[in-house]
Every structure is written in structure tokens, then in C-alpha cells.
């Protein structure tokens, strides 16, 4: 493999990657909420938990739907 190819994958790895964290993090401003941990009702915090849980549990998804493809 050349020099060329070398560089193209270094680039489509750092690429994935970069592109996995924004979606992480845009999934992440999507779920939580507004207000800090101390302005939150204890149902409040516990609906955040699910919510993290369940974000979680999709980026497991998102994760294996990347590795099928």
C-alpha cells in the first residue's frame, strides 16, 4: 500500500470517529434536559435516567447497524 492510501484511511477512520461523537453528542443535548441535576425533581432525574439509558441502548444499535453494513 502507498503513502496515498495510507493517508485516505487514516482520514476515513479519524472521519468515523469525529462523525460518531457528533451524532453522540447531538443525541445527547436531545435527551437531557434543560436544568442541572440540583433544579430537578426526583421524577425528573429518574425520567433522565431512563432517557440516558435509552440513548444508550441506541447507540449500542447504531453501533451494530454500522457494523453489519
Request: no cysteine; glycine share 8%; charged share 35%.
Amino acid at each position: 500500500m502507498n503513502v496515498n492510501g495510507l493517508v485516505i484511511m487514516l482520514v476515513r477512520t479519524v472521519m468515523r470517529k469525529l462523525v460518531g461523537k457528533g451524532v453522540d453528542y447531538g443525541i445527547d443535548r436531545m435527551s437531557g434536559g434543560r436544568k442541572t441535576r440540583s433544579e430537578m425533581t426526583k421524577a425528573e432525574r429518574q425520567q433522565a435516567q431512563r432517557a440516558k439509558q435509552t440513548v444508550k441502548r441506541a447507540r449500542n444499535a447504531a453501533r451494530l447497524v454500522r457494523r453489519l453494513k
